[in-house]
């Protein structure tokens, strides 16, 4: 470390260049990330890694050039001049925001193609941003729901910073995004914006009627007449009979009992997503993203409902940049679309034709990854005005990695998901067959890597990130991606990559 700290003296003050260019790259186990090599007057900061953990330095000519905010131990070099090398803590996060902005996340309201990577590791970074550089999207790098946090003993605080450090490793200054995922109260959203997420996504399934989707007419009928009178003569006036062009021969239509239904539904969703609003405007002025989320039900979102929706969010005045509807079909963790692909070509062309004309706000496409097939229609039906979130597929490629490199680890990981499959399955919603799966022992350490490509073990591993990353199986795997690093780096890249070819974003310019 003190070889390489020293290397930097001789060129602090002559710019980020003749730094890149001089400084010794590896010592010992000691190797630098070249990318991370930054100025700040007469110091430099930078990120190096071990065989054990990662480092951030900064290398000074002398004490009192040592940038305000940075925490580390202190080693003397030669010539009065001193480093102080620290760990990947929350105080070294925040003195890097300061010093480079670009390195915290920011409102992506205007970008036109956003893609939530979902990083439940704190270690995919590296890779979403080198797919992302190839092509004309922004990614949300830093994104968690409460469910995940929870699952991984993590904090909305430590996804940003994590995501911080691997931004300022690579150099990545084009803007990235945090999302505080799935928020149900403004207690939860607080804390999110507090962490530093400009976006938050809005899930108002526990203030929808979604059961009133299901009701008799006399069951509609009889709640609609508990509304406000004023709000019962608006949805008659605006929507009872009432024919809506989108485009060429495509129209939406509510009927009598379908505006009345929509009233029952969603006016007290509605009404809780205007107070959201309300409320990030307030924290953050026009620097939020706001997603508003319904597609945590167990039936899809009928264009009509989709549109009285965003009518109603319009007349409210409340700014969306996403909204994510409950697509036909299966969107199951971890696999591809399963569903008619003709009946979802025909009904996503209807929601994306809503969103182009009330607002082109993003249509969002959740539990979005490895949904290879429907990936040319969301890319073509929105003009790539779109947000794509992905979640789990990260992980999954970690233990994609792990089952190559580490047989043994995927062994026991595997056999920890068997062992908590059923208290996971209480959380997440998948029809897979595990009695599909051959057992462990049947297989050869060089047959394990199939399983990645199988849907079923797919499945199994994605539920069960939880039990996996927090009992008796975590510093062992940590200890493994640590030292695959690079492994892991190229396999996210190469796998995004198939995501965003097959979505038919723009290459970059």
């Given at each position: 470390?003190?070889?390489?700290?020293?290397?930097?003296?001789?060129?602090l003050?002559?710019?980020?260049?003749?730094?890149k260019?001089?400084?010794l790259k590896?010592?010992?186990?000691?190797?630098?990330y070249?990318?991370?090599?930054?100025?700040?007057?007469?110091?430099?900061?930078?990120?190096?890694?071990?065989?054990?953990?990662?480092?951030?330095?900064?290398t000074?000519?002398?004490?009192?050039?040592?940038?305000?905010?940075?925490?580390?131990?202190?080693?003397l070099?030669?010539?009065?001049?001193?480093?102080?090398?620290?760990?990947?803590?929350?105080?070294?996060?925040?003195?890097l925001?300061?010093y480079?902005?670009?390195?915290?996340?920011v409102?992506?309201?205007?970008?036109?193609?956003?893609?939530?990577?979902?990083?439940?590791?704190?270690?995919?970074?590296?890779?979403?941003?080198?797919?992302?550089?190839?092509?004309?999207?922004?990614?949300v790098?830093?994104q968690?729901?409460?469910?995940?946090?929870?699952?991984?003993?993590?904090?909305?605080?430590?996804?940003?910073?994590?995501?911080?450090?691997?931004?300022?490793?690579?150099?990545?200054?084009?803007?990235?995004?945090?999302?505080g995922?799935?928020?149900?109260?403004?207690?939860?959203?607080?804390?999110?914006?507090?962490?530093?997420?400009?976006?938050?996504?809005?899930?108002?399934s526990d203030?929808?009627?979604?059961?009133?989707?299901e009701?008799?007419?006399?069951?509609?009928?009889?709640?609609?007449?508990?509304?406000?009178c004023?709000?019962?003569?608006?949805?008659?006036?605006?929507?009872a009979g009432?024919?809506f062009?989108?485009?060429?021969?495509?129209?939406?239509?509510?009927?009598?009992?379908?505006?009345?239904?929509?009233?029952?539904?969603y006016?007290?969703?509605?009404?809780f997503?205007?107070?959201?609003?309300?409320?990030?405007k307030?924290?953050?002025?026009?620097?939020?993203?706001?997603?508003?989320?319904?597609?945590?039900?167990?039936?899809?979102?009928?264009?009509?409902?989709h549109?009285?929706?965003?009518?109603?969010?319009?007349?409210?005045?409340?700014?969306?940049?996403?909204?994510?509807?409950?697509?036909?079909?299966?969107?199951?963790?971890?696999?591809?679309?399963?569903?008619?692909?003709?009946?979802?070509?025909?009904?996503?062309?209807?929601?994306?034709?809503?969103?182009?004309?009330?607002?082109?706000?993003?249509?969002?496409?959740?539990?979005?990854?490895?949904?290879?097939?429907?990936?040319?229609?969301?890319?073509?039906?929105?003009r790539h005005?779109?947000?794509?979130?992905?979640?789990?597929?990260?992980?999954?490629?970690?233990?994609?990695?792990?089952?190559?490199?580490?047989?043994?680890?995927?062994?026991?990981?595997?056999?920890?998901?068997?062992?908590?499959?059923?208290?996971m399955?209480?959380?997440?919603?998948?029809?897979?067959?595990?009695?599909?799966?051959p057992?462990?022992?049947?297989?050869?350490d060089?047959?394990?890597?199939?399983?990645?490509?199988?849907?079923?073990?797919?499945?199994?591993?994605?539920?069960?990130?939880?039990?996996?990353?927090?009992?008796?199986?975590?510093e062992?795997?940590?200890?493994a991606?640590?030292?695959?690093?690079?492994?892991?780096?190229?396999?996210?890249?190469?796998?995004?990559?198939k995501?965003?070819?097959?979505?038919g974003?723009p290459?970059?310019?």
């Amino acid at each position: 470390m003190k070889q390489i700290a020293a290397s930097l003296t001789a060129f602090l003050g002559k710019g980020e260049a003749a730094l890149k260019e001089n400084v010794l790259k590896n010592s010992g186990k000691i190797s630098v990330y070249p990318d991370s090599i930054h100025a700040i007057g007469n110091a430099a900061v930078f990120m190096c890694r071990d065989d054990e953990k990662k480092y951030l330095v900064v290398t000074a000519a002398g004490k009192r050039d040592i940038p305000a905010g940075f925490e580390g131990d202190e080693l003397l070099l030669d010539n009065k001049a001193v480093a102080l090398v620290g760990g990947l803590t929350e105080a070294n996060a925040a003195a890097l925001r300061k010093y480079f902005p670009w390195t915290a996340p920011v409102s992506l309201r205007n970008v036109r193609t956003t893609v939530g990577c979902g990083d439940r590791l704190g270690l995919a970074t590296v890779g979403h941003v080198r797919a992302a550089k190839k092509v004309q999207i922004s990614p949300v790098l830093a994104q968690q729901s409460i469910r995940e946090l929870t699952m991984t003993k993590r904090t909305f605080r430590k996804v940003v910073d994590d995501a911080c450090f691997l931004v300022f490793a690579e150099d990545f200054r084009n803007g990235y995004g945090a999302d505080g995922d799935h928020l149900k109260t403004i207690a939860d959203i607080d804390t999110a914006l507090a962490a530093g997420m400009p976006m938050i996504t809005l899930d108002l399934s526990d203030v929808m009627n979604a059961a009133a989707g299901e009701w008799d007419k006399a069951a509609v009928e009889e709640a609609f007449a508990k509304l406000p009178c004023d709000l019962q003569k608006l949805v008659l006036a605006d929507y009872a009979g009432k024919e809506f062009i989108l485009g060429e021969k495509v129209t939406v239509a509510l009927d009598d009992l379908t505006a009345k239904r929509c009233a029952v539904m969603y006016t007290a969703a509605l009404d809780f997503a205007l107070q959201v609003y309300e409320h990030l405007k307030a924290a953050r002025g026009d620097e939020f993203d706001l997603e508003i989320s319904i597609d945590e039900t167990s039936s899809p979102t009928l264009p009509s409902h989709h549109l009285f929706i965003v009518r109603e969010l319009r007349r409210r005045n409340v700014e969306f940049s996403s909204l994510a509807p409950r697509f036909i079909g299966e969107f199951q963790k971890a696999i591809d679309y399963i569903g008619d692909l003709d009946e979802f070509d025909r009904q996503f062309k209807v929601h994306a034709l809503i969103a182009q004309n009330y607002g082109n706000y993003k249509i969002s496409v959740h539990s979005g990854s490895d949904k290879f097939a429907v990936y040319p229609t969301v890319g073509r039906e929105t003009r790539h005005y779109l947000h794509l979130k992905t979640a789990g597929t990260s992980w999954l490629e970690a233990v994609t990695v792990i089952s190559r490199k580490d047989p043994a680890l995927y062994r026991d990981m595997h056999q920890c998901a068997l062992d908590n499959v059923s208290d996971m399955l209480k959380l997440y919603h998948i029809t897979a067959d595990f009695n599909k799966i051959p057992a462990l022992d049947t297989l050869k350490d060089e047959e394990l890597p199939a399983l990645m490509t199988m849907p079923e073990a797919r499945q199994l591993l994605h539920i069960n990130y939880g039990p996996i990353l927090t009992g008796n199986l975590r510093e062992r795997f940590f200890k493994a991606m640590h030292l695959l690093e690079e492994d892991y780096n190229a396999q996210i890249e190469a796998h995004f990559d198939k995501h965003l070819r097959l979505l038919g974003v723009p290459a970059a310019e």
